[in-house]
């Protein structure tokens, strides 16, 4: 993760996108402080078409996120993981980096506080920031050969049996070798950046941003050797339904329901990237510590950090 310098940064930042959470009673206040505070600067502002609609902001120009993707030298996303999930693979094909300001819960991808908002910004957009790249996966569900369904995530690909059915089987290859097959509530294929989602919480490790790494995490396995795996994101993953009711696949919980024996879904790492903007001094380590409340020490100045 290396600094942007300051000149590139006053270059690139003079057009920039607001993007909020929707609809939240009494987010727009903040959205129109962010948006007041980048007009007095100078700067050119777009609002999310959706989110003026929902906060009722006006007298800047409005667009829907592929013409931010076009027209935008970066956004700032107002919300939580969601949101910036949501955004940041419709901008993904842009290259158009985010900065996160959190109005959610945990906050690890918006992990600017609301409280200090227009001081962390004024310094980044000064120049002040710390940049890192992450990756996304993308996928396809084949049925008889033909695919029938394409989608984009960024934190996961999620295969998962019904609510009222019982265990799945399924065939797992990666690079046309087979690896397993598996009985199980289903099976989790995540990014470094989804690894402190689903993964996480079914029971799998952490990958740190930077790694080149996929993650196949079993949901529930009935085998308890069936442990999850860190692969190369340069691997093709094929997933095929073996045996199993009511099964679907999601890509960052957008859903594909009822997929049928013999489909297979195919996923690879997507081409695109997203960027991620951070005040200087930003810590991966640091929002771990806060986010998972692992033990904390005191720093140099004896404070706790």
């Given at each position: 993760?290396l600094p942007?310098?300051?000149s590139a940064?006053?270059?690139?930042?003079?057009t920039?996108?607001?993007?909020?959470?929707?609809?939240?009673p009494?987010n727009?206040?903040w959205?129109?402080?962010?948006a007041?505070?980048?007009h007095?600067s100078?700067r050119?502002?777009?609002?999310?078409?959706e989110?003026?609609?929902?906060?009722?902001?006006?007298?800047?120009?409005?667009?829907?996120?592929?013409?931010?993707?076009?027209?935008?030298?970066?956004?700032?996303?107002?919300?939580?993981?969601?949101?910036m999930?949501g955004?940041?693979?419709?901008?993904a094909?842009f290259?158009?980096p985010?900065?996160?300001?959190?109005?959610?819960?945990?906050?690890?991808m918006?992990?600017?506080a609301l409280d200090?908002?227009?001081?962390v910004?004024t310094?980044m957009?000064?120049?002040?920031v710390e940049s890192?790249?992450?990756?996304?996966?993308?996928?396809?569900?084949?049925?008889?050969?033909?695919a029938?369904?394409?989608?984009l995530?960024?934190?996961?690909?999620?295969?998962?049996?019904?609510?009222?059915?019982?265990m799945?089987?399924l065939r797992?290859?990666v690079d046309?070798?087979f690896?397993?097959?598996?009985?199980?509530?289903?099976?989790?294929?995540?990014t470094?950046?989804?690894?402190?989602?689903?993964a996480l919480?079914?029971?799998?490790?952490?990958l740190h941003?930077?790694?080149g790494?996929v993650?196949?995490v079993?949901?529930?396995?009935?085998?308890l050797?069936?442990r999850?795996i860190?692969l190369?994101?340069?691997c093709?993953?094929v997933i095929?339904?073996?045996n199993?009711?009511?099964?679907?696949?999601?890509?960052?919980?957008?859903?594909?329901?009822?997929?049928?024996h013999q489909?297979?879904?195919?996923?690879?790492?997507?081409q695109?990237?997203?960027?991620?903007?951070?005040?200087?001094g930003w810590?991966?380590?640091?929002t771990l510590?806060q986010?998972?409340h692992?033990?904390?020490?005191?720093s140099a100045?004896?404070?706790?950090?």
């Amino acid at each position: 993760m290396l600094p942007i310098s300051p000149s590139a940064a006053a270059h690139d930042f003079k057009t920039i996108a607001i993007v909020g959470k929707y609809p939240v009673p009494g987010n727009a206040p903040w959205l129109s402080d962010i948006a007041d505070f980048l007009h007095a600067s100078g700067r050119t502002v777009l609002v999310e078409a959706e989110t003026a609609c929902h906060s009722g902001i006006s007298g800047f120009a409005t667009m829907t996120p592929e013409q931010i993707g076009m027209h935008a030298d970066v956004a700032i996303v107002v919300g939580g993981d969601g949101t910036m999930l949501g955004i940041a693979r419709q901008l993904a094909p842009f290259n158009v980096p985010l900065i996160g300001i959190n109005q959610g819960r945990l906050g690890f991808m918006t992990d600017i506080a609301l409280d200090r908002m227009i001081p962390v910004l004024t310094d980044m957009l000064a120049g002040k920031v710390e940049s890192e790249q992450r990756s996304l996966l993308e996928g396809a569900v084949l049925r008889g050969g033909e695919a029938i369904f394409h989608g984009l995530a960024f934190n996961d690909v999620v295969v998962s049996r019904g609510a009222g059915s019982g265990m799945l089987e399924l065939r797992v290859d990666v690079d046309g070798r087979f690896m397993y097959n598996q009985r199980s509530d289903g099976l989790i294929v995540a990014t470094p950046t989804g690894s402190t989602a689903y993964a996480l919480s079914a029971g799998g490790p952490l990958l740190h941003p930077s790694l080149g790494g996929v993650v196949l995490v079993p949901i529930a396995p009935h085998a308890l050797s069936n442990r999850p795996i860190v692969l190369p994101d340069s691997c093709e993953i094929v997933i095929e339904i073996v045996n199993g009711r009511d099964t679907s696949v999601n890509f960052d919980m957008q859903s594909l329901a009822s997929l049928q024996h013999q489909d297979r879904i195919v996923i690879r790492r997507s081409q695109h990237t997203t960027t991620f903007l951070h005040p200087q001094g930003w810590s991966y380590f640091e929002t771990l510590r806060q986010k998972l409340h692992w033990n904390e020490y005191p720093s140099a100045e004896g404070q706790l950090k």
